[in-house]
T-cell receptor, first 112, second 109 residues
Framework: DADVTQTPRNRITKTGKRIMLECSQTKGHDRMYWYRQDPGLGLRLIYYSFDVKDINKGEISDGYSVSRQAQAKFSLSLESAIPNQTALYFC???????????FGPGTRLLVL | GQSLEQPSEVTAVEGAIVQINCTYQTSGFYGLSWYQQHDGGAPTFLSYNGLDGLEETGRFSSFLSRSDSYGYLLLQELQMKDSASYFCAVRHYGQNFVFGPGTRLSVLP
């Protein structure tokens, strides 16, 4: 069974719609992250959370919001989707001060 | 600011050795990590250097020199399955991770 899961795996939406991407983990990690991946730009951090009451903006947080509903769940919302938010989105987890991040399978989002 | 630079593409033949470089302009980080990502897949952790020097894990080795702001991933005895993108990353003292743009490795028969 996957340790880090993301739903949905693929999503097509229209400009202006609100959508939510969900991430769940069974690894027991306290830290969770949302990244966006665009061709040639690597992974860019959107938001990260070190525990349920801790939320931090990353490099590209504008147009996004997050919710850490529980230690195991971290959701990413696009309040009003726009076409340049079309990308591959990854959730990741890590434990304490460990260097290893564990990534979910990704959500491919297309905004028309 | 924080930025990492990598070559965009590298090509090598099966059985060869290839080195993927990562140069960075950042201060105050714990160490340099490397991740592998196959097309359509998620990044997976390969290696970490907290201290200067070489770390070896099977066919893969990674090196860090903080004084030169430079690191590299060395892949030996290349196999077709090594064709993938490789990302370097640092964990900044602000506790968040910053990734390089990635290097696409193509292994030819």
């Amino acid at each position: 069974d996957a340790d880090v899961t993301q739903t949905p795996r693929n999503r097509i939406t229209k400009t202006g719609k609100r959508i939510m991407l969900e991430c769940s983990q069974t690894k027991g990690h306290d830290r969770m992250y949302w990244y966006r991946q665009d061709p040639g730009l690597g992974l860019r951090l959107i938001y990260y959370s070190f525990d349920v009451k801790d939320i931090n903006k990353g490099e590209i947080s504008d147009g996004y919001s997050v919710s850490r509903q529980a230690q195991a769940k971290f959701s990413l919302s696009l309040e009003s989707a726009i076409p340049n938010q079309t990308a591959l989105y990854f959730c990741a987890t890590s434990a304490g001060t460990e260097e290893t991040q564990y990534f979910g399978p990704g959500t491919r989002l297309l905004v028309l | 600011g924080q930025s990492l630079e990598q070559p965009s593409e590298v090509t090598a033949v099966e059985g060869a050795i290839v080195q993927i470089n990562c140069t960075y302009q950042t201060s105050g980080f714990y160490g340099l990590s490397w991740y592998q990502q196959h097309d359509g897949g998620a990044p997976t952790f390969l290696s970490y250097n907290g201290l200067d020097g070489l770390e070896e894990t099977g066919r893969f080795s990674s090196f860090l020199s903080r004084s030169d702001s430079y690191g590299y991933l060395l892949l030996q005895e290349l196999q077709m399955k090594d064709s993938a993108s490789y990302f370097c990353a640092v964990r900044h003292y602000g506790q968040n991770f910053v990734f390089g743009p990635g290097t696409r490795l193509s292994v030819l028969p």
